[in-house]
């Protein structure tokens, strides 16, 4: 499993990742670089933080395989409910 964050201290404490990288996602035009089909799926856990949703979408369906799954998970935290959510659905329409 490979993992991307932006706080390396928060990716490292992902025991399931085999390899991550630091990479800021709300970097204009920002891709992936994980090669095209390579992977089953893509979990995109990250949304609320997202300048550019469908840009990173984009990203993460390149990587998955023909037949692959691109999940979007959103937190429960009470920061994201109550700030969050509802900044990103005022950018979003």
Not at 2 to 31: C, M, R, W
Request: net charge negative.
């Amino acid at each position: 499993m490979y993992g991307f964050g932006l706080v390396p201290e928060h990716i490292v404490q992902n025991g399931l990742l085999h390899a991550l990288e630091v990479k800021d996602l709300n970097t204009p035009h920002v891709s992936l670089e994980l090669g095209e089909a390579c992977y089953d799926a893509v979990i995109c856990n990250f949304v609320p933080y997202l300048a550019d949703l469908a840009q990173v979408v984009g990203e993460a369906r390149k990587c998955v395989k023909d037949d692959g799954v691109v999940a979007i998970s959103w937190s429960r935290k009470p920061r994201h409910q109550t700030h969050m959510s509802p900044a990103w659905r005022a950018a979003t329409g």
